[in-house]
């Protein structure tokens, strides 16, 4: 079993910043693809980035490109997600993921092909 943890969410002003980060333990493999999904109240859940076990690979959702940036430690079982230039849109709650391999770009915006799944970390940003 694999345990993914959130932290870092909180309230801020629109154009603001905020860094989440997810931690991975347990029965863990080599670099592991990880990544973000989020999900507002009434909405479904969207893919927000994804970062492949190496690092080499990224995809984001086209409604954070250039604002957020997914990267990674893996020396701490850690993911992290930057992100920039807030607005009431990214209002949300952001569940860290993870799953063994990265994800074909058909399947890659499907949260079901993701094995592991963090709690949350609500982010809200005032305007």
């Known amino acids: 079993q694999v345990e993914v943890v959130e932290s870092g969410g909180g309230l801020v002003q629109a154009g603001g910043s905020l860094r989440l980060s997810c931690a991975a333990s347990?029965?863990?493999?080599?670099?592991?693809?990880m990544g973000w999904f989020r999900q507002a109240p009434g909405k479904e859940r969207l893919f927000v980035a994804a970062?492949?076990?190496?690092?080499?690979?990224?995809d984001y959702a086209d409604s954070v490109k250039g604002r957020f940036t997914i990267s990674r430690d893996n020396a701490k079982n850690t993911v992290y997600l930057q992100m920039n230039g807030l607005n009431a849109e990214d209002t949300a709650n952001y569940y860290c993921?993870?799953?063994?391999?990265?994800?074909?770009?058909?399947?890659?915006?499907?949260?079901?092909?993701?094995?592991?799944w963090g709690q949350g970390t609500q982010v809200t940003v005032s305007s």
């Open positions: 993921v993870y799953r063994s391999s990265w994800v074909p770009a058909s399947r890659r915006y499907n949260w079901s092909e993701y094995a592991y």
């Open positions: 347990g029965r863990t493999v080599h670099e592991p693809t």
């Open positions: 970062i492949s076990g190496g690092g080499t690979l990224t």
